[in-house]
């Protein structure tokens, strides 16, 4: 009986004291971490753009299977980044810097994961004390149609795919620095071409035809996650602001990034 006591203690000691011991290798995690200045953080702040909500045309009939059917969709109103998020951003705000790609700190971070993304936001929202996230697939192309200021082109700004974004014929084998081509009706850079980009949505090849039409979040469930716009090696028909693409959230390459949107309290 004495001995079944003192395992018993044991047992109960470890219960009690390997979550403390968790907890603080997290936190000491934490603290190797560099420091972030509220500079730095507001510098990520001051680059949202706010897009009101509103009506727009999702998908297209002429497009591939799962961008039809083209349907109405109605979002509420969000603040999304300027840009994607830059090397210099990711390395500041994580320690370090995976892109394929280096030496350009204001090239969009590249080998990233849609888990790797969620890290990031979750680190971002703990230094800030904001709410950051990624943007659903509706949202991501509300904003790069122009939202209320669409004029309708095929790519985001422009019908010519030149002035707005870098693909596989002038990208030169690489990404460029954000910003170099022409924003969308909104002010928005480098929604097409230059780095596909992360929506929070699962994938569904048919979901479309469910025609949700209100802040549509996507399935339950998919195959993949959801990346938009195309990139520096894609063929501009892949960069049109109705094209999606699939892929697993753990998959990473020198072409994957992502943008942050923010939403009011």
Not at 159 to 167: A, E, L
Not at 183 to 212: A, H, I, R, S, V
């Amino acid at each position: 009986m004495a001995l079944f006591r003192l395992l018993f203690t044991v047992v109960a000691l470890c219960v009690t004291v390997l979550p403390g011991v968790a907890q603080k290798k997290k936190k000491d995690r934490d603290i190797n971490l560099p420091p972030v200045s509220k500079e730095f953080l507001d510098s990520i702040q001051n680059n949202m753009v706010w897009v009101t909500g509103g009506r727009f045309i999702m998908g297209s009939d002429g497009g591939e299977m799962d961008e039809k059917p083209a349907h109405e969709v109605v979002v509420d109103g969000f603040a999304i980044s300027k840009f994607p998020v830059t090397q210099r951003q990711w390395t500041v705000i994580m320690g370090s810097n995976p892109s394929e790609f280096t030496g350009c700190d204001q090239c969009p971070i590249d080998r990233v994961s849609w888990n790797d993304a969620q890290k990031f936001i979750d680190r971002l929202n703990k230094l800030s004390g904001k709410y950051y996230g990624l943007p659903t697939e509706a949202e991501w192309e509300f904003a790069a149609k122009g939202g209320l200021n669409s004029k309708g082109y095929r790519y985001s700004g422009s019908d010519d795919i030149d002035q707005v974004g870098w693909y596989a014929f002038n990208s030169n084998r690489r990404p460029h620095e954000v910003g170099e081509k022409m924003p969308n009706e909104l002010g928005l850079y480098d929604m097409t071409g230059n780095m596909w980009e992360w929506c929070q949505d699962w994938y569904e090849k048919f979901y479309y035809e469910l025609n949700e039409k209100y802040s549509p979040v996507g399935p339950s469930f998919g195959s993949g996650r959801v990346r938009r716009g195309g990139s520096w090696f894609t063929q501009a028909i892949n960069c049109r602001t109705s094209t999606r693409n699939n892929v697993k959230q753990d998959y990473k390459d020198d072409s994957g990034t992502f943008r942050l949107v923010q939403y009011p309290n």
